[in-house]
């Protein structure tokens, strides 16, 4: 019976063991986190300030738990208290948190209350993730690739070279037999015809009065065909593309991220130019993007463009790892792309605002430039051409309300174009 009962005592120990390892693995995943669902939460609430490699308005926040126990002594508990209420923290006299809002300028951190301590586990979870490496760039690659294209196939130059080689062999071949040839007939007795001289056709040509005459027209309307198109040419610059000192990408920051044109040249809507962005409007977003993380294109690597945000930090003066300006600042020499002569007058607001005409419409497709140029000619005749079939945008419009509805019974049609309401008429565009 003895042998029995510690048999039965075994079991039952064994199965208490077994539910609470069970109780504590599962205790240990709960209080793990989530990385993926932490990520989203970090993504929301405190991307805003924090990254997790690099200091902003808050602290890094890679291993930010285990940096806390090791160095500071701090229990989860402590952070549970400091995303809730920080400023109560602070407040309570606690020696850490107000070394942390001293060193940061006295910056209150917003309170999260709304986050349970199971979001903060996953929060948590996502900052303790190893840093992946950066991948390598697509320029190395697509380099690799071209370079082991090129060593294993034949190139094209020693394609010509052959050619080039054995036409050679052939003129010389010919040259030979005709030598030969030559020479057999001789030893032959053979009689070769005679060469017959005739009149050379450019003596002809020249002796032809009528041709000469018309010859000498051509030239001459073809002369001033080249020199008109020379001379119509003067002051467009169409395709200009020059080189920035600071390279800023369109297609980047229009097309990918999709930024309206009017938030940087916000005066295109109430000025007569469009304006330059001051380097403040680039640190609006740049204080907390201080890398690229995009798909790098096949003319630029992350390197290059990382590069270019030192290159406005340095402008602005911008100190990245205090997070805060130095004072220094130095002015950018932008290279002016789209200039009219100083007799043309042209209004942004005009068209921008009260038009409704797209920036696209002058500027080209923007979002697609990574290097901008100027698209259209920007000719006199250009923009005639426009104000002759651009139909005037009069809907919530009360400002043509009254013109509209005479000019319309004057010209009977229901929509005017900008050269029926005046665009033709040199005192518009020209002082």
């Known amino acids: 019976m003895r042998k029995v009962i510690h048999r039965k005592l075994s079991v039952n120990i064994l199965r208490v063991s077994l539910v609470l390892l069970l109780a504590f693995t599962s205790a240990l995943s709960a209080q793990g986190g989530d990385p ?44 549970y208290n400091w995303i809730h209420n920080s400023a109560g923290v602070v407040k309570s006299g606690d020696a850490y948190g107000n070394k942390v809002y001293n060193e940061y300028g006295g910056a209150a951190m917003t309170a999260f209350p709304q986050l349970s301590n199971e979001d903060i586990d996953n929060i948590l979870a996502y900052t303790a993730e190893v840093k992946a490496e950066a991948p390598a760039s697509a320029v190395a690659a697509t380099a690799a690739s071209g370079g082991a294209a090129t060593t294993g196939g034949v190139s094209n130059e020693i394609i010509l070279a052959a050619l080039a080689i054995l036409f050679m062999l052939l003129a010389a071949g010919l040259f030979l037999v005709n030598k030969t040839l030559r020479r057999f007939a001789t030893a032959q007795n053979i009689e070769l015809p005679e060469e017959t001289t005739r009149k050379p056709l450019w003596k002809s040509f020249v002796q032809n009065q009528f041709l000469m005459l018309v010859v000498s027209i051509f030239f001459l309307l ?22 920035q000192p600071i390279h800023f990408s369109h297609k980047i920051h229009a097309g990918d991220n999709g930024i309206d044109c009017k938030y940087c040249h916000s005066s295109a809507r109430t000025s007569k130019t469009s304006g330059i962005p001051s380097l403040n409007v680039c640190m609006n977003c740049h204080k907390s993007v201080y890398e690229y993380n995009g798909e790098t294109t096949l003319e630029h690597s992350k390197e290059f463009y990382d ?30 792309i789209h200039n009219l002569p100083d007799f043309v007058y042209f209004n942004h607001s005009q068209h921008v605002t009260v038009a409704g005409v797209e920036c696209q419409t002058c500027h080209g497709p923007i979002e697609e430039m990574e290097v901008v140029y100027q698209h259209a000619p920007l000719t006199m005749g250009w923009c005639i051409e426009c104000h002759r079939t651009t139909d005037v945008n009069m809907k919530d419009n009360a400002y043509y309300t009254k013109i509209h509805e005479q000019l319309s019974k004057k010209y009977g049609v229901d929509k005017l174009t900008a050269a029926q309401m005046g665009g033709l008429e040199c005192g518009k565009c020209h002082y």
């Open 36 to 79: 993926a669902k932490g990520k989203s939460l970090f993504n929301a609430n405190c991307a805003a300030c924090h990254q997790l490699d690099k200091k902003m308005t808050g602290p890094a926040l890679r291993n930010v738990e285990a940096r806390l126990a090791d160095d500071e002594g701090l229990d989860k508990e402590w952070i």
């Open 222 to 243: 073809t002369s001033a065909y080249f020199v008109y198109g020379y001379l119509m040419q003067i002051g467009v610059d169409q395709g200009y593309q020059p080189v």
């Open 307 to 336: 590069g270019e945000i030192k290159k406005l930090y340095k402008a602005a003066g911008w100190d990245d790892a205090e997070q805060k300006y130095t004072g220094n600042s130095q002015p950018v020499k932008w290279v002016r």
